[in-house]
T-cell receptor, first 112, second 113 residues
Framework: TQLLEQSPQFLSIQEGENLTVYCNSS?????LQWYRQEPGEGPVLLVT?????EVKKLKRLTFQFGDARKDSSLHITAAQPGDTGLYLC????????????FGTGTRLTIIP | EPEVTQTPSHQVTQMGQEVILRCVPI?????FYWYRQILGQKVEFLVS????????KSEIFDDQFSVERPDGSNFTLKIRSTKLEDSAMYFC???????????FGSGTRLTVV
């Protein structure tokens, strides 16, 4: 069973601060995705990383896949209240029609 | 922006009753999935479906569960005899390539009483 542990579980910071959320596993993943989930809604895909060491940027969000493809991080620069939400990482072991294993989630609150 | 549509958004059913959750995946997608999320817990994989058959299913997806793509556009999840522990948000997802780009629906909140 592949497990993805996210840390921290909860994070509350002031607007304008920077933060990093971590997603760790003992398993190697062929790809790792980050989602954001609003209450009562489905997860919305933010990014997919597939290559060890890969870095992708989405405006103020920077995503990195670990060299060994076992871990990933999400860094937010100058956090804004609109960044508030539940962030989920999810990994796929193999390419092609592969189920996702979801992480435990990080609930982020940005205080204006 | 193409969407995965799920109906109903909420379903309340009595224990032991059958329920059918419906999903319309994105039209050119070939891979379809059901996931569920019990309140306060992780999103969990239930089943994947490709080429009109189940590709993989989890331990949760026992004989009480079934999936069907009856008409080329809908993708349904049936629970034959619901239990209290089936109460959860059920998410349908589809993917064009089965690996990197999933789109999730908004979910159906199933409450078994």
């Amino acid at each position: 069973t592949q497990l993805l542990e996210q840390s921290p579980q909860f994070l509350s910071i002031q607007e304008g601060e920077n933060l990093t959320v971590y997603c760790n596993s003992s398993s190697v993943f062929s790809s790792l995705q980050w989602y954001r989930q609003e209450p009562g809604e489905g997860p919305v895909l933010l990014v997919t990383v597939v290559t060890g060491g890969e870095v992708k940027k989405l405006k103020r969000l920077t995503f990195q896949f670990g060299d060994a493809r076992k871990d990933s991080s999400l860094h937010i620069t100058a956090a804004q209240p609109g960044d508030t939400g539940l962030y989920l990482c999810a990994g796929a072991i193999h390419f092609g029609n592969e189920k996702l294993t979801f992480g435990t989630g990080t609930r982020l609150t940005i205080i204006p | 922006e193409p969407e995965v549509t799920q109906t109903p958004s909420h379903q309340v059913t009595q224990m032991g009753q059958e329920v059918i959750l419906r999903c319309v995946p994105i039209s050119n997608h070939l891979y379809f999935y059901w996931y569920r999320q019990i309140l306060g817990q992780k999103v969990e994989f239930l089943v994947s479906f490709y080429n009109n058959e189940i590709s993989e299913k989890s331990e949760i997806f026992d004989d009480q569960f079934s999936v069907e793509r009856p008409d080329g556009s809908n993708f349904t999840l049936k629970i034959r005899s619901t239990k209290l522990e089936d109460s959860a948000m059920y998410f349908c997802a589809s993917s064009a390539d089965g690996s990197q780009s999933y789109t999730f629906g908004s979910g159906t909140r199933l409450t078994v009483v």
